[in-house]
């Protein structure tokens, strides 16, 4: 059985999560033959700058940006700090056992999370301290304000000091009965830490863990409790004080961050992050059609589906390109004004596996064989 979207299902009983052999794209319409792809048009210049490797990733990823340095890891517990610019390290190191999770950093510490549901936190790539978490996680940790913040599985967030390890709080949720098999929404607007319950985006107060303000993005709806789900996904769009977020294969809504309410909702049925400007919001939606919503009000601009069941990456906005990835490792530069093709270029031919992130003027993509890429567009 193949399904376009990685996302798979995580069925919770007394705290602890099993996986299943259901991808949650099974329960949706969007299967298809992937659209052939058009000539190359090559009008915009992207040069291969460089390469890396991280070893396999079979986790849900996503990659930490601070400056000009990048912060990644592969399934088997290799966490890199590498250099944007060219590709180099600034160290790199093995951790045991497997990894979950992709990788949190403020640039001194970074936290990963692995399968033995422990948190490991290291400080110039060597680890100084890890504790047992209540549940598995899948969502990279959030590191900010000498803090380590963890989204588990379990519906609970917990913050620990970066320095010492200790567990300064945690705040728990109603779990529901299946959890995504995908990295959720952690984030901070302001003094307010942001997070995903469900279909619901919470502002806690990250030196107490008490809730701010709490605003509805999407409500369950579907016949069993797979159709039901809509956690929200990782990968947001924030322009100032908004920040625009995905409910799984329900909706894309925006929100301020500082007072929780709502600016709009629309239905959406994609199972990835968002990208944009303070202009304009981009998806991919399940069935690789590309979309663009007025960032002011939610109305539709305009939507392409020349890479239809491609399964495609969130989307990263450059310039004048949007850039998405694929399940085959093309990288695709499309035109911000409409998603017409601007140039195609192509990695390890194994899927991309993360959205691509821009660090300096350099386009990261990593790939499921663990090719970490650098491009440059003009």
Not at 219 to 229: F, K, M
Not at 287 to 313: C, H
Not at 317 to 322: E, H, I, K
Not at 352 to 357: D, K, L
Request: aromatic share 6%.
């Amino acid at each position: 059985m193949h399904c376009a979207t990685p996302a798979r299902i995580w069925v919770q009983s007394a705290m602890l999560f099993v996986a299943v052999g259901l991808l949650a794209a099974c329960a949706g319409p969007d299967k298809g033959k992937a659209a052939e792809l058009v000539a190359n048009p090559a009008s915009m210049g992207v040069k291969a700058a460089w390469t890396s490797s991280v070893g396999s990733v079979a986790l849900p990823l996503d990659i930490k940006v601070l400056g000009t340095n990048l912060y990644v890891a592969g399934t088997e517990g290799l966490v890199a700090a590498i250099d944007g610019r060219t590709g180099g390290d600034l160290w790199r190191v093995t951790t045991k056992p497997q990894l979950t999770a992709g990788v949190g950093s403020d640039g001194r510490f970074a936290a990963v999370a692995n399968r033995s549901n422990e948190l490991v936190v290291l400080d110039g790539g060597r680890e100084i301290w890890r504790q047992k978490l209540t549940a598995s996680t899948l969502t990279a940790p959030f590191v900010a304000g000498d803090r380590v913040f963890v989204l588990a599985g379990d519906r609970s967030v917990s913050a620990f000091d970066a320095a010492t390890g200790r567990k300064l709080w945690q705040q728990q949720r109603p779990g529901e009965a299946l959890v995504l098999q995908q990295a959720g929404v952690i984030l901070s607007v302001g003094d307010t830490l942001l997070v995903g319950f469900g279909g619901r985006l919470m502002g806690l107060n990250p030196q107490t863990g008490s809730v701010r303000w709490e605003t509805p993005i999407a409500n369950s709806r579907g016949t069993n409790e797979v159709e039901r789900l809509v956690d929200l996904v990782s990968g947001v769009s924030r322009s100032g004080d908004q920040v625009c977020v995905r409910a799984f294969q329900s909706t894309v809504a925006c929100v301020d961050g500082v007072r929780g309410t709502s600016v709009w909702n629309k239905v959406a049925t994609g199972s990835t992050g968002i990208g944009g400007d303070s202009n304009v919001v981009y998806g991919t939606e399940s069935d690789g059609t590309v979309v663009a919503w007025r960032r002011s009000d939610g109305d539709k601009l305009w939507t392409n589906e020349q890479l239809k069941y491609r399964a495609l990456s969130a989307p990263l906005l450059v310039g004048r390109a949007l850039v998405v990835g694929d399940a085959s490792g093309y990288v695709h530069f499309l035109s911000r004004e409409n998603g017409a093709t601007l140039n195609r270029v192509t990695t390890d031919g194994s899927a991309v596996v993360a959205g691509p992130v821009l660090v300096g003027q350099t386009v990261v993509v990593v790939t499921r064989r663990g090719g970490v890429f650098g491009f440059r567009p003009e």
